[in-house]
């Protein structure tokens, strides 16, 4: 474990180089900063923040109610505490995508996905879904483009539209978006190899793999998305659906029980929580800085 080094602008230069390996990056979600530490620690390429992750956590249905704050400031928490580059889901660019960019990029974030649904957006793996036309996802790509500062920060369209209008027509929306500035390309929910690899053999930029459970994808492991020629890979739900079964089960028996004695060996110890908060190295500066002061006065 480590203090942050690492600027916002030497971490999205680490996600370029490591997109140049031609290794697929494995990228979990992380729901609160103490999981992007672990994330880190394991040996992930990177960090993710999930929308849909982000309004369940505030207790909402993920279809658009969360706003420019709640998901920046929460990212911006995420991000901070890892060296790692941080991928953030920003849904339909909460009104202004040039404020948004502006916003993430200000935040130590090193890339974001703007997705083509309409405000009122739906999870990528449910139905009734609907589009905006083409040209207004382009538009908002464009606007994206344009608003960020740093090159190395990148802008990655991800495309509802498998769902909606066929694969094909996906495949045309998305090479739109490459045209309009999108260096990684996201296409939602497909189902199966044999749709990841039509979507590689068409496509000619980086590709992004969700996989998400209970949803309408097959898992697959990493290296047959490596293989299948896919870029990375993102866990976006994964650590908050371990934690919420956890939780739950855990609050279930304490409350049946009256007491925590019988689930003590399914908790996090103190002991494993400093290592991950890197406790013993804060209090070290700190009693280093405090003897300091007072050898200043004496």
Not at 101 to 119: M, P, R, S, Y
Not at 148 to 156: C, G, L, P, Q
Not at 193 to 211: C, D, G, H, I, P
Request: glycine content about 6%; charged content about 30%; overall charge negative.
């Amino acid at each position: 474990m480590h203090f942050i080094q690492k600027e916002p602008k030497e971490k999205r230069v680490s996600l370029v180089q490591k997109l140049k390996s031609n290794k697929i990056l494995r990228v979990p979600g992380a729901y609160n900063p103490l999981t992007a530490k672990v994330i880190e620690e394991i040996g992930y390429d990177a960090v993710y923040v999930s929308g849909g992750v982000m309004a369940n956590d505030l207790g909402f249905p993920d279809i658009g109610l969360t706003t420019l704050e709640d998901v920046s400031t929460r990212s911006y928490l995420i991000s901070r505490v890892t060296n790692l580059p941080t991928i953030v889901d920003i849904d339909t660019g909460f009104k202004s995508c040039e404020k948004t960019i502006q916003t993430f990029e200000e935040f130590g974030v090193a890339a974001v996905h703007l997705e083509d649904q309409i405000e009122r957006k739906r999870c990528g793996h449910l139905g009734n879904k609907e589009l905006i036309s083409t040209d207004e996802m382009v538009k908002k790509i464009k606007e994206c483009v344009l608003a960020k500062k740093d090159e190395n920060f990148k802008i990655i369209a991800r495309s509802d539209a498998k769902a909606v209008e066929g694969i094909e027509k996906m495949i045309d929306r998305c090479k739109a978006y490459i045209d309009a500035g999108a260096e990684i390309i996201f296409p939602e929910a497909l189902e199966n190899e044999k749709e990841f690899e039509t979507v590689r053999k068409a496509l000619n930029s980086y590709l992004l793999a969700n996989m998400t459970e209970f949803g309408k994808t097959k898992l697959l492991n990493y290296k047959d998305l490596e293989n299948l020629g896919y870029n990375i890979v993102i866990y976006p739900v994964t650590t908050q659906r371990l934690a919420m079964k956890s939780v739950e089960d855990g609050l279930r028996d304490i409350f049946k029980d009256g007491h925590q004695n019988n689930i003590i060996d399914k908790m996090q110890t103190r002991k494993r929580l400093y290592e991950i908060v890197e406790y013993e190295k804060y209090n070290a500066l700190d009693e280093k800085i405090y003897n300091f002061s007072t050898e200043g006065h004496e």
